[in-house]
């Protein structure tokens, strides 16, 4: 068979590939776009409360507490879990080389999923959260959202059981880890807490854990695989180590179970357990250095290409988030930092940047490959996806300043003046509030220009093409255009 046929019957197969997963991945990345700007919105209203307590204070349903917990289970719910179902769903159709053949029952447990959330939240808005961090919503909510999980992770399974051939893809490793282990995080935590009801200290400790596993073994596991695949694609070159990925794999899969329960230096409990949860953080910096240092020698000598590909600017901007999230893992749990820390909102700048800075940004860049490739279409304009590539950056720079730096720098050191009243140190935490408060508008603002980009995609409005959006045309006319590299992925 000549090399023109071969590409062209490839060309079919990626074609009917997209095709079949069109629907389930549109709706899922939407769906969750949506969620993602109404969490955004709860967090500029939780950090306006948290400076401003009067703020829209005849809204009882509003407090601070019962905002917050909404803001932090929207994100988590409502946009991480639908992102990463969308990015799993294309990945392991792509990369196994079958049509996906389950679109009718995943979408059935989406539009379910996304029902749960919303009653959820309106559980958490009404007084009936469960006052457990991460595990909020209303306690009928967990089993409901395994079961979902369920109908949308076999069919999965199933695609990589009936895959062309036996070479299994280190995108596949993240992707296969991230099904396998939820199911365990998510039980084990729920069961504890919720079915086998001890103390309250355990719960905390508990959740701790949960908040931790949820981050390290499921939600960056499946952004790396995005990124691992995206790479390579954009540059056409392969990963730069395959020994170099798996060592990757293993460090995270072997140290992210003992994560977490650093948040809990001085509580009652063992004491040994926060500092093996420290310990255990501290040692993400092997993975993470691994992944981030693979990605980028990948890309490297392609810099060009960065500039203009969407996806691979975003997922660029991901890997350099994931290699400050190593450096501050180590940082944040040395001992002499860690007790400047437990009554600061550090740990939740360490969350969102893990959450937004490293895999919400790798998952853009996923976005930005996949749309347009189960759509059939180009993305309507380049000029909003600068907007919110560049917005976005920012937001995550005010993180980790506002939220990581100024909690440590700030009431961390205020806390240790004991010579001072505890109000001055509480107060020590208004400029870090009200840097949060710009740090939120700014998000808001890219994501609602991405919510209304994707649903323009949605719709089928941008135009026909099988070329990527490009954002610099080498012919310096329209932003859209591609290159001999670029075209045909």
């Not at 729920?190 to 701790?208: K, L």
């Not at 993975?287 to 290409?305: F, S, Y």
């Not at 990581?404 to 870090?432: D, H």
């Amino acid at each position: 068979m000549s090399n023109d046929s071969t590409k062209s019957i490839d060309a079919g197969l990626r074609t009917a590939i997209d095709k079949s997963v069109s629907n389930p991945v549109m709706f899922f990345f939407t769906s969750g776009a949506v969620w993602l700007a109404v969490s955004v919105l709860l967090g500029v209203f939780t950090s306006v409360k948290f400076h401003t307590p009067s703020f829209m204070e005849c809204f009882g349903g509003l407090t601070t507490g019962r905002a917050y917990a909404a803001h932090i289970n929207v994100l988590v719910y409502g946009w991480c879990f639908q992102a990463a179902f969308g990015t799993i769903i294309w990945l392991m159709s792509r990369l196994t080389r079958k049509e996906f053949k389950s679109s009718a029952t995943v979408l059935v447990a989406g539009h379910l999923w996304n029902v749960c959330v919303g009653l959820s939240l309106v559980g958490i808005l009404i007084g009936k959260s469960t006052g457990v961090p991460w595990m909020e919503f209303p306690k009928f909510s967990w089993v409901i959202f395994l079961i979902l999980y369920l109908f949308i992770a076999v069919p999965v399974f199933t695609q990589f059981r009936v895959r062309q051939g036996g070479h299994v893809y280190i995108s596949q490793w993240y992707l296969l880890a991230a099904l396998f282990l939820f199911p365990w995080i998510y039980g084990t935590a729920n069961i504890f807490v919720h079915v086998i009801e001890g103390s309250a200290v355990m719960a905390a400790a508990v959740a701790s854990w949960y908040k931790f596993a949820l981050i390290f073994l499921f939600f960056l596991p499946i952004a790396f695989s995005a990124a691992y695949y995206i790479a390579p694609k954009v540059t056409g070159r392969p990963v730069y180590s395959y020994n170099l990925a798996l060592l990757g794999f293993w460090a995270l899969v072997a140290i992210g179970p003992w994560m977490g329960m650093q948040e809990l230096v001085g509580a009652p409990i063992p004491a040994f357990l926060p500092y093996v949860g420290a310990t255990a953080t501290i040692l993400f910096f092997l993975p993470a250095i691994t992944v981030g240092l693979n990605i980028l020698m990948t890309i490297k000598g392609h810099e060009t290409l960065a500039k203009q590909s969407p996806a691979l600017r975003f997922t660029t901007a991901g890997t350099f988030g994931l290699l400050a999230l190593g450096g501050f893992a180590i940082w944040l749990n040395l001992p002499s930092v860690m007790k400047g820390t437990q009554f600061t909102i550090t740990g939740y700048g360490f969350e969102m940047l893990a959450l937004y800075g490293v895999f919400s940004m790798l998952i853009f860049g996923a976005i930005y490959f996949i749309v347009p490739r189960v759509t059939q279409r180009e993305w309507l304009a380049p000029g909003f996806i600068r907007l919110h590539f560049n917005i976005s950056v920012y937001a995550v720079i005010a993180i980790v300043i506002g939220s990581i730096l100024f909690g440590i720098l700030l009431p961390g050191v205020a806390q240790e003046q004991f010579s001072a009243s505890w109000k001055s140190s509480a107060n020590a935490n208004l400029a870090s509030d009200w840097f949060n408060t710009v740090t939120w508008l700014c998000a808001l603002i890219a994501n609602v220009f991405f919510c209304f980009h994707l649903a323009l995609m949605w719709a089928r409005l941008g135009r026909h093409s099988k070329h990527p959006t490009l954002l610099v045309d080498h012919h310096g006319g329209s932003a859209h255009g591609a290159d001999g590299k670029v075209q045909n992925i």
